[in-house]
């Protein structure tokens, strides 16, 4: 017998899951994911490499910018380029503002509606309209930094090979010191409330990031250091799904806001560490479903960090400066975190124009891993609670991956 | 008002834009219930008044969902590039078995997907936005008007014309840069151009009279080869000189 759930609420992108019973016990789960192929390489190929960031980032609106960073480091690496520190301050705090938006998006909008009981976040503002308000207020201060670094809330063609097309004026640079300071407090009320979550999902062994916070030059891991994707992780189609699995060592892995934090707490703001640390005994548990309040405490560290950056760069005083790109030969990979994990750009070019391409994105590196948890959830569920209540844990269960579906459709035979 | 949001294959920015209204989301839920919208609610309607479908028809199952949006729907619109030109994803020129091939290196198709198109090639719809992603306010501006029964206005100006408006340097003639701004449709308040940079056609080709085999000039004339330019031209909207 197959219990097939219905697509996937409030996640982005379309995808739904199979529950495969035998001699009435789960023997698998499959998580299909039906949003169709975009194609995003094939697209690529050929391409001026100096136009290839902008349409990259199309691969999905949430964390557009992301994709635009990994592009671009993926280029500046292949030719040579060096971008002064200023630059790579100024794309840091667009990251911080996609984290910021996208960690609010998926906390206040998508998961509280389960907390309270309630079917999407414009019902819950019925109740707890303050809350819901607090959210919408980070995720636009999150979104007025994507439109100051990336040029729109979505999809902005900005961050460009070796700089900017616009470079931020002074007086930005203090609003957004001044913002983040006022907007932090909300976002020590959100690591409260979602400290409340409970234990679902399973419990997660192997956790993946890059090895700077945001962008890194390789991978870590909890069992190694510095290491290259295709050095460790293996792709493979499925006939169910039109994202692929990746397994690290022949074993699923999770990365994201977890991930992240149990591998770089060092890094973490102070506030955000102290917060980390009265909640760490939780996280190392590992449990999927704590993804949730490692976002929370990723909000506290973001608003400190953004307004870090803007400090540093008031402080010492800065002037547009683009680094000169020439078209030439080369390989390079982009390693970022987007908000929901690991993303990693990989090109090779050949005078100037890209000659392979391969990505792989957070929720392609997660596949393997949702599915553990899904078949953990339906495990202990199956025969122990309604239909009903399993298929709503599964959906719960999900949405703590906060998968992004539409990324994950583009792959290029590696 | 009943309203409905549908997602087709798409990057999510058409749905999550919708959403970017912020606190003017809740003028839009002064006249409308949102009755699904699988990005932000867990509950299905049944009819609706106004529809949305964002994305390209990329498989069997987008085909299926935009028949029942267009079917439950009285008022349909092709929200975004996606759903009215078939955006990036439709421009890649490969026969569909190829392209299935090169990403998932077996020649089946068990997912069934299509090639992408966009969903005007499908259906009728009563109104198409453009824009990848669509300007938010034009949305707003939209709804409202149809809940108030007046049919929403089109703009039909280039995105040339809110670089003069907004007297922003033209990157075109100053910096000779690739801009498709004088024969792109504006809306977008030249949000590109802003950051200096060239317009890359996002929101389509502006309908009516205007002369791209003249931008191919202009663009070969700056030293951009023909491949270069069509390829410029089709991305998002599959055009041509
Ligand atoms: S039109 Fe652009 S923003 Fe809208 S869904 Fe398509 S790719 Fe995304
Ligand atoms: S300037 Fe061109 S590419 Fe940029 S948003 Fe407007 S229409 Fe799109």
Redesign the pocket.
């Known amino acids: 017998m197959i219990i097939e759930t219905r697509e996937f609420t409030r996640v982005e992108g379309n995808g739904k899951a199979e529950i495969v019973i035998e001699e009435n016990e789960v023997k698998d789960v499959r998580v299909k994911i039906v949003e169709g192929p975009r194609f995003f390489e094939l697209l690529t190929l050929g391409r001026d490499f100096w136009d290839v960031p902008d349409l990259e980032a199309r691969i999905c609106a949430i964390c557009y910018l992301s994709h635009s960073v990994a592009s671009v480091l993926a280029i500046e690496r292949a030719l040579g380029v060096e971008v002064p520190e200023k630059t790579e301050l100024l794309r840091e705090l667009g990251l911080i503002g996609e984290l910021i938006e996208s960690h609010s998006l998926h906390l206040y909008l998508l998961v509280a509606p389960d907390l309270f009981g309630y079917p999407d976040a414009i019902r819950l503002a019925t109740k707890h309209g303050e809350l819901v308000k607090e959210g919408i207020a980070l995720k636009a201060f999150g979104n007025r930094i994507r439109d100051l670094i990336g040029g ?1 809330e979505i999809h902005g ?1 900005n961050v460009k090979p070796g700089g900017f097309g616009r470079w931020p004026g002074w007086e930005e640079l203090e609003a957004i010191e001044r913002e983040a300071k006022a907007l932090l407090t909300v976002a020590k009320r959100a690591v409260r409330l979602f400290s409340g979550i409970g234990e679902y999902g399973g419990k997660a062994e192997l956790f993946v990031a890059t090895d700077g916070y945001l962008t890194g030059d390789s991978l870590i891991s909890n069992v190694e250091r510095n290491f290259h994707y295709f050095e460790r992780i293996e792709e493979r189609p499925l006939v169910y799904s039109f994202a692929k699995q990746s397994l690290y060592s022949g074993k699923p892995f999770l990365v994201g806001s977890l991930a992240r934090l149990l591998l770089k707490a060092e890094s973490l703001t102070p506030t955000a560490k102290r917060l980390f640390e009265e909640n760490r005994e939780r996280l190392e548990a590992g449990w999927v479903s704590y993804n949730n309040l490692a976002q929370a405490i990723e909000l506290v560290y973001a608003l400190e960090r953004a307004g870090e950056i803007a400090k540093t760069l008031l402080d010492k005083g800065f002037e547009p400066e683009n680094v000169p790109v020439e078209a030439g030969d080369g390989e390079g990979i982009g390693y970022v975190e987007a908000p929901r994990g690991v993303l990693v750009h990989h090109y090779r070019i050949a005078g100037g124009k890209i000659e392979y391409s391969n990505i792989i994105t957070p929720t392609a590196f997660n596949h393997a891993m949702m599915e553990g948890a899904l078949l953990w959830e339906a495990r202990n569920l199956y025969g122990n609670a309604p239909e009903d209540e399993l298929l709503r844990r599964l959906e719960e269960t999900v949405r703590a991956f906060d998968p992004c579906i539409s990324c994950s459709v583009h792959f290029v035979r590696g | 008002m009943k309203l409905g949001v549908f997602e087709l294959t798409d990057c999510g920015g058409c749905a999550l834009n919708f959403l970017f209204l912020y606190e003017r989301l809740f003028d839009v839920l002064e006249f409308y219930e949102i009755e699904e919208f699988h990005m932000a609610t867990s509950l299905e309607g049944k009819h609706f008044d106004v529809g949305l479908v964002t994305g390209t028809v990329s498989s069997h199952r987008d085909l299926e969902v935009l028949r029942e949006a267009r079917n439950r729907s009285d008022y349909l619109i092709a929200l975004g590039t996606c759903a009215t030109h078939g955006c990036l994803q439709a421009s890649v020129e490969l026969p569909l078995k190829e392209k299935l091939k090169a990403v998932y290196g077996d020649e089946g198709n068990p997912m069934r997907a299509l090639d992408p198109k966009p969903v005007v090639e499908y259906v009728t719809v009563d109104l198409a936005i453009p ?2 992603p669509y300007d938010k306010n034009e949305l707003f501006q939209a709804l409202i008007d149809i809940a108030k029964g007046i049919e929403p206005v089109r703009p039909d100006y280039p ?1 040339c014309l809110e670089c003069k408006l907004n007297e922003y340097e033209c990157v075109l003639v100053k910096k000779g840069l690739p801009c ?2 004088p024969i ?2 504006g809306g ?1 308040n ?4 802003r950051s200096g940079l060239g ?5 389509g080709p502006l309908p009516g009279e205007v002369n791209p085999a003249g931008e191919f000039e202009v663009l070969k004339g700056l030293g951009y080869d023909e491949e270069y330019i069509m390829r410029k031209f089709k991305t998002f909207a599959r055009w041509g000189p």
């Open positions: 729109r063609i | 824009g990848c995105v498709l701004g792109t449709l977008c030249a949000a590109c151009p317009c890359i056609g996002c929101r």
